[in-house]
C-alpha cells in the first residue's frame, strides 16, 4: 500500500509548484505516523506482550492482539477520514497590514463524513472541525498579515487523529492561497501634489466636490450610498446616482515625492491614510507614484486600484496575483 | 473546570469502574474506598463547582496512598500490590484530567487495568469481561478524540474497530511464536487452587466436598464406561504414621498393566490444582508427554501444574499388575504402637482365614454389618483414632473408610494402599463429556491379591453403596446435604436451571480448549498440521509469509469495505430518473456527462418538440424530487408512472 511509505520530511519546499484548485486529498499525498501517545501505546502493548508470554496467560495474549489490531484498524479509519477530501477554493479580501487576513476555504467532503479533521495555516490557530458528507463547506482561517504586498500563508495542513488518537494522517498542500495587503494607514494631514497646504477635511472648510450636482447617471457598485437618488428611486424609474462635479481646483494628486517622511514605508501608509480619507468624503484624487501615476477619479474601483498601487509599490512577485486578478483561482 | 473536562470525565469514570470491578473483591477494602471516595468526589465537584485539589495536595495523597498500600502489603513486590497501588493511583487520577495527554495515559491505564485481572483470572466470564471493558474503554477513546460525536456512535465505531480487529487478533494469537518456560522464571501464583492434597487425614476429602468447582472435564472417544468404573486415580498415598497418609517414594516405569482387557481412550482438561499428578482412569496404560507414568501407576507431571492443561490417556478398566516387587513392601508397613483394638480384629482375620480374599471379604462385611455412617461430619477422633472410628463412632466420609480399611489390611498381613482421586463424574449432554468436579473427590484402598495383582477395593461401597453409583448427594442423609446444593430444591425449575448450567459449562469447556488451553505443544501440532515444521530453518520463513498473507488479506478486505466509494446512491428518484434518460438516449437523445436535467430537457425538446410536454413534465418532477426534496409519495408516485408510460418513438 502506497500510504505506508512514509515521508518524514513533508515540509513542502518551496519549489515545488502551486496545486492547482479545485484539488483532491488522493492516496499518494496522505501520510500517517504515530503520534506521541501511540507510541506510549505501542509500549505499554509490548509490555502487555512479554507479560502474556512470560505469565503464558492466554487471555493476555488474546487482549494484547485485540487492542494491537483495532490500533492497526484505526490506521484505515484515519486515512479515510481524510482520502478523498476536496480543497475547491481559496480567496481572501484585501487587508491592511498588521489586520488578520481571512483565508476562506472551499471544502467538500464528498460522499464521506469527516471527523474531527484539524485544519491550519502556518502561524494560525488550528481549526478541528467535523463535516458532514455530501456537502460544501465554508472554512475561514485568519491569518496575521504585517507586510504590505502579497501575503501568502504557506502550505495548508489537512491533519486528522481521528479515530483513536494513536496515529495521525495529514497532509500539507501547496496551495496557491493569497492576499493582497495594503499599507497599514498612518494618520496625518492630506497633502496633495499641488496644493502644498493642508486640506485637512474633518475641521477646515467644505470639501467643495461634493456640492455640485450634475447629472443622473446609472448605479454602479461601489457608489456611496448617500448619493443615490432616492426619490427617482421611489418614483419606481430605478436606480441612479446624483454625479457631482468638483471644483477644479479641489481635484487632489496624492503624490509619493511630495511627503515628507523619512521613508518610502510611511510614505506609502501616509498616503494610504490619505486615500481612505479622501474616499470618506467622495474627493476626486489621483495618486503619483514613482514610475506609476494613476489619474484622478473617484469610486470603489479607483479606490481599490490606489490602495493595490501601494501595496504592490517596489514588490515584483506580482504574477500569480495578476493571474488571480484575471479570475482564475478567484470564486 | 472547562465544559471538556466534563464531558469527559463521566465516562472515563464509568471506563476505570468497569476495568476495575473484578478487581473490588480482591483489593483491600480502604482502597475500595479510597476509590470510590475521590470518583464519587470528583463527580460532584464538576457539577456543583466545588473546591479541587491543587498539585500539592495531590502529590501529598498520592504519597500518603502509596505508604498506606506499602503497610498493607509489605514491600514484596508482586501482582497484589501491583494491582493495589494501580488502584490507588486511579483513584486520584480523575483530579488531574485537565489536558488531552492525562485523559489518553488515563485510558492506557484502563487497558493495562484490564489484563492485571487476566492474571487473576482467566475463564469465559473474564473474556467477555475482557471485550466490554475494552469496548466501552475505546469508546471513551474514541470520544476524547472526537468530542463533537454522541457516545452511541463512539460506542458503535468502537464497535466497528473491534469487529475487524478481530481476524488479526485470531491469527496472531494461533501464529504468534509460544514458547516453552517462562521468560524470567517468574510465574502466576495467584489463580487459587484446590485439589487433592499430597496428604490425606480425616477431613482432607470431605472439605473437598463442599466445593462445586471443577477438577477437570473428561472426552470419550467412544463410549463412556459405566459409573462403577469411572475410579480417577491421582495419587498413591503408602506411608501411614498413625493419623496421616502421605506419598511414599515412586520411580517412573515403563510397565503397563498386565491385561488384555478393552482399552478406553479419552482426553481430560485438567484445571490447575498446584500438584504434579494427572488424573486417569484406572488403569492408565499411555503416559502424556508432560508426565511420566509411575510405579505406584499414577501419572506425574514434571512440574507443578499452574495452568489448564490438556492431555490424552489410554486406560485399561480391567487389569492384572501382576507379580508383587520388592519394592512395594512398603505397604506392609505400619507404626508399631496403637489401635491396639483394631490389630487385634485384624490379626484374628489373619489367623481364622487362610485366603487374602476371604479376608478382604470379612472386612468389608465389618462394615456393612455393623452399622456405620456415611457424614460430612463425623466427630472428632482421639488418640488411636483408627480404634475410635471402628470401635466408637463409626461415623465417616470416604477417607475415614479408606485409611481404617487399609490399616486392617496391613495388620492382617495384605499389601494394602489408599488411592487418591475422583469416582464419577457428570456427564454433559451438550457437549458429550463428563464434568468431574471437587465434590467427586474420593479416595479408595488398593490390595495386592496373588494372582490378580493390586486390586481395587472402595470400601465405602459396603458402607453407602449409593455413593458409586449415584454420587455422594445420594449417599449422604438429608439433614447434611441443607444449604449446599440449592439447585435440587428448586423442583420443577431444576431441569431448566440444570440445562442452561450444562450449556453454559460446555461454552467453558470449548472456550477453555481451544482458547485458553493453547500452547507452544498445540501451536507446534497446528503448525504441523497446516505443513510447518517450525524446527527448521524454512518453519520460521513459511508462519512469517503465513501471518503477513492472512493479514494482508484482512487489510484487503477491511479497505474494500472501508475505502468503496458509495456509488453515488441510487434511490428509487434517480433509478427512475436513469430509465427516462435511457429511454430518450433510444431516440437518440443522449444527456451528455455533466449535463443538468433542466439543461438536458431544453436540448431534448429542441430536438423533439413532439416530447415536449412529457419531457417536460418528467424533469420537473425530477427536480422537485431530487433538488427541492419538496416532493412528497404523491410526486413520487406520479414521477414512477410517468417515467413508465413514456414511450418515446423513433423519427423517422
Given at each position: 500500500m502506497k500510504f505506508l511509505s512514509f515521508k518524514l520530511f513533508n515540509k513542502g519546499s518551496t519549489s515545488k509548484p502551486f496545486i492547482t484548485l479545485p484539488f483532491t486529498l488522493s492516496r499518494k499525498r496522505i501520510y500517517i505516523l504515530p503520534t506521541r501517545h501511540g507510541w506510549v501505546?505501542?509500549?505499554?502493548?509490548?509490555?502487555?506482550?512479554?507479560?502474556?508470554?512470560?505469565?503464558?496467560?492466554?487471555?493476555?495474549?488474546?487482549?494484547?492482539?485485540?487492542?494491537?489490531?483495532?490500533?492497526?484498524?484505526?490506521?484505515?479509519?484515519?486515512?479515510?477520514?481524510?482520502?478523498?477530501?476536496?480543497?475547491?477554493?481559496?480567496a481572501a479580501q484585501p487587508v491592511f497590514a498588521g489586520d488578520r487576513a481571512v483565508f476562506k476555504f472551499s471544502i467538500r467532503t464528498k460522499e464521506k463524513a469527516r471527523a474531527a479533521v484539524a485544519i491550519s495555516l502556518p502561524n494560525a490557530e488550528k481549526i478541528v472541525k467535523d463535516f458532514d458528507a455530501n456537502k460544501d463547506n465554508w472554512l475561514r482561517i485568519p491569518v496575521a498579515a504585517n507586510q504590505r504586498g502579497i501575503f501568502r500563508p504557506g502550505s495548508l495542513l489537512i491533519a486528522t487523529q481521528y479515530p483513536l488518537g494513536l496515529f495521525r494522517a495529514w497532509s500539507t498542500i501547496r496551495l496557491d492561497a493569497q492576499c493582497l495587503v495594503y499599507p497599514r494607514p498612518l494618520p496625518g494631514p492630506l497633502t496633495t501634489a499641488d496644493d502644498t497646504g493642508a486640506v485637512n477635511g474633518e475641521e477646515g472648510r467644505d470639501i467643495p466636490g461634493a456640492e455640485d450636482f450634475q447629472e443622473l447617471k446609472s448605479y454602479q457598485q461601489g457608489d456611496p450610498l448617500g448619493h443615490i437618488a432616492w426619490k427617482v428611486l421611489s418614483r419606481g424609474q430605478g436606480l441612479f446616482t446624483k454625479m457631482f462635479v468638483a471644483q477644479a481646483g479641489s481635484t487632489a494628486m496624492l503624490d509619493f515625492d511630495a511627503l515628507l517622511e523619512p521613508n518610502a514605508e510611511r510614505k506609502l501608509s501616509r498616503l494610504c491614510a490619505m486615500i481612505l480619507q479622501a474616499c470618506s468624503h467622495n474627493l476626486v484624487f489621483g495618486l503619483k507614484l514613482p514610475g506609476k501615476v494613476i489619474d484622478p477619479n473617484r469610486g470603489e474601483v479607483h479606490r481599490q486600484q490606489c490602495l493595490k498601487a501601494l501595496a504592490l509599490y517596489a514588490i515584483t512577485d506580482t504574477i500569480t496575483l495578476e493571474r488571480k486578478q484575471k479570475g482564475k483561482n478567484v470564486l | 473546570m472547562k465544559a471538556t473536562d466534563k464531558k469527559h470525565l463521566l465516562p472515563i469514570l464509568g471506563a476505570i469502574l468497569l476495568a476495575v470491578s473484578p478487581h473490588l473483591f480482591r483489593l483491600p477494602p480502604w482502597i475500595v474506598i479510597w476509590c470510590l471516595a475521590f470518583w464519587a468526589y470528583v463527580l460532584a465537584a464538576s457539577k456543583n463547582n466545588w473546591y479541587r485539589p491543587g498539585r500539592t495536595i495531590l502529590v501529598i495523597l498520592t504519597i500518603g496512598g502509596f505508604i498506606g498500600g506499602l503497610a498493607t502489603y509489605g514491600f514484596k513486590f508482586n501482582l497484589d500490590t501491583g494491582v493495589g497501588l494501580l488502584a490507588v493511583m486511579l483513584g486520584l487520577k480523575p483530579f488531574e484530567m485537565k489536558t488531552h495527554r492525562d485523559r489518553m495515559v488515563t485510558l492506557f491505564l484502563v487497558y493495562f487495568l484490564v489484563i492485571t485481572n487476566l492474571l487473576y483470572s482467566n475463564n469465559l466470564v473474564m473474556s467477555l469481561f475482557m471485550f466490554a471493558s475494552v469496548l466501552l474503554a475505546t469508546a471513551v477513546l474514541i470520544r476524547i478524540n472526537h468530542p463533537s460525536g454522541s457516545f452511541a456512535a463512539n460506542l458503535r465505531l468502537s464497535g466497528v474497530i473491534m469487529v475487524q480487529a478481530l481476524p488479526m487478533m485470531i491469527v496472531l494469537f494461533f501464529l504468534f511464536p509460544r514458547i516453552q518456560g517462562t521468560l524470567f522464571g517468574m510465574s502466576n501464583q495467584s489463580i487459587a487452587i484446590t485439589g487433592i492434597g499430597d496428604r490425606l487425614s480425616p477431613g482432607s476429602i470431605s472439605k473437598l466436598v463442599l466445593s462445586d468447582e471443577i477438577a477437570f472435564r473428561a472426552e470419550f472417544k467412544n463410549s463412556i464406561p459405566g459409573p462403577d468404573r469411572l475410579y480417577w486415580r491421582g495419587i498413591v498415598f503408602?506411608?501411614?504414621?498413625?493419623?496421616?497418609?502421605?506419598?511414599?517414594?515412586?520411580?517412573?516405569?515403563?510397565?503397563?498393566?498386565?491385561?488384555?482387557?478393552?482399552?478406553?481412550g479419552y482426553t481430560l482438561t485438567l484445571e490447575p490444582q498446584g500438584e504434579k499428578w494427572l488424573f486417569a482412569l484406572d488403569m492408565p496404560i499411555t503416559s502424556p508427554p508432560m508426565a511420566r507414568m509411575q510405579n505406584d501407576h499414577t501419572l506425574m507431571a514434571y512440574r507443578k501444574l499452574k495452568a489448564r492443561i490438556r492431555y490424552n490417556v489410554i486406560s485399561q478398566t480391567t487389569y492384572n499388575t501382576g507379580d508383587f516387587k520388592s519394592e512395594e513392601r512398603t505397604a506392609l508397613i505400619l507404626p508399631a504402637q496403637g489401635n491396639p483394638k483394631s490389630t487385634a480384629l485384624a490379626r484374628s482375620w489373619a489367623d481364622t482365614f487362610d485366603n487374602p480374599a476371604k479376608i478382604v471379604n470379612k472386612a468389608l462385611e465389618f462394615f456393612s454389618q455393623n452399622d456405620f455412617v456415611y457424614s460430612l461430619n463425623p466427630p472428632l477422633l482421639k488418640e488411636d483414632a483408627i480404634d475410635d472410628f471402628l470401635f466408637k463412632t463409626r461415623k465417616g466420609y470416604c477417607e475415614h473408610y479408606a485409611s481404617a480399611f487399609a490399616f486392617l489390611m496391613r495388620k492382617a498381613k495384605i499389601p494394602a494402599r489408599i488411592v487418591g482421586g475422583y469416582l464419577g463424574g457428570e456427564l454433559n449432554p451438550y457437549g458429550n463429556y463428563l464434568i468431574v468436579r471437587q465434590s467427586d473427590a474420593h479416595a479408595w484402598v488398593e490390595v495386592w491379591l496373588p494372582a490378580r495383582g493390586w486390586v481395587r477395593i472402595d470400601p465405602t461401597s459396603a458402607v453407602a453403596p449409593e455413593r458409586v453409583e449415584q454420587g455422594f448427594e445420594a449417599a449422604l442423609p438429608p439433614e447434611e446435604l441443607e444449604g449446599f446444593?440449592?439447585?435440587?430444591?428448586?423442583?420443577?425449575?431444576?431441569?431448566?436451571?440444570?440445562?442452561?448450567?450444562?450449556?453454559?459449562?460446555?461454552?467453558?469447556?470449548?472456550?477453555?480448549?481451544?482458547?485458553?488451553?493453547?500452547?507452544?505443544?498445540?501451536?507446534?501440532?497446528?503448525?504441523?498440521?497446516?505443513?510447518?515444521?517450525?524446527?527448521?530453518?524454512?518453519?520460521?520463513?513459511?508462519?512469517?509469509?503465513?501471518?503477513?498473507?492472512?493479514?494482508?488479506?484482512?487489510?484487503?478486505?477491511?479497505?474494500?469495505?472501508?475505502?468503496?466509494?458509495?456509488?453515488?446512491?441510487?434511490?428509487?428518484?434517480?433509478?427512475?430518473?436513469?430509465?427516462?434518460?435511457?429511454?430518450?438516449?433510444?431516440?437518440?437523445?443522449?444527456?451528455?456527462?455533466?449535463?443538468?436535467?433542466?439543461?438536458?430537457?431544453?436540448?431534448?425538446?429542441?430536438?423533439?418538440?413532439?416530447?415536449?410536454?412529457?419531457?417536460?413534465?418528467?424533469?420537473?418532477?425530477?427536480?422537485?424530487?431530487?433538488?427541492?426534496?419538496?416532493?412528497?409519495?404523491?410526486?413520487?408516485?406520479?414521477?414512477?408512472?410517468?417515467?413508465k408510460e413514456f414511450a418515446p418513438k423513433p423519427t423517422i
Open positions: 501505546f505501542i509500549l505499554v502493548l509490548l509490555a502487555m506482550l512479554i507479560g502474556s508470554v512470560n505469565y503464558k496467560n492466554n487471555l493476555g495474549f488474546l487482549l494484547t492482539f485485540l487492542l494491537g489490531g483495532m490500533a492497526f484498524v484505526s490506521i484505515f479509519h484515519s486515512y479515510r477520514n481524510l482520502l478523498g477530501m476536496q480543497i475547491l477554493a481559496v | 503408602q506411608h501411614f504414621d498413625g493419623k496421616t497418609w502421605s506419598r511414599g517414594q515412586t520411580r517412573p516405569v515403563r510397565q503397563a498393566p498386565v491385561s488384555a482387557g478393552s482399552t478406553v446444593f440449592l439447585l435440587k430444591h428448586l423442583g420443577p425449575l431444576q431441569s431448566h436451571l440444570k440445562k442452561i448450567i450444562f450449556r453454559w459449562d460446555a461454552a467453558n469447556n470449548y472456550w477453555n480448549q481451544w482458547v485458553l488451553g493453547y500452547s507452544y505443544q498445540r501451536q507446534r501440532e497446528l503448525l504441523a498440521q497446516i505443513g510447518i515444521n517450525i524446527g527448521s530453518w524454512k518453519g520460521p520463513v513459511k508462519l512469517i509469509l503465513l501471518v503477513l498473507g492472512l493479514i494482508s488479506f484482512f487489510v484487503f478486505l477491511i479497505s474494500m469495505r472501508l475505502f468503496k466509494t458509495p456509488v453515488a446512491k441510487t434511490d428509487d428518484v434517480q433509478r427512475c430518473y436513469v430509465k427516462f434518460c435511457a429511454k430518450l438516449t433510444r431516440v437518440g437523445l443522449t444527456r451528455k456527462p455533466g449535463q443538468g436535467p433542466v439543461d438536458f430537457a431544453k436540448t431534448a425538446i429542441d430536438l423533439r418538440r413532439d416530447l415536449e410536454v412529457n419531457i417536460q413534465e418528467i424533469t420537473d418532477l425530477y427536480v422537485l424530487l431530487r433538488y427541492a426534496r419538496g416532493g412528497d409519495e404523491n410526486a413520487l408516485k406520479k414521477f414512477k408512472e410517468r417515467v
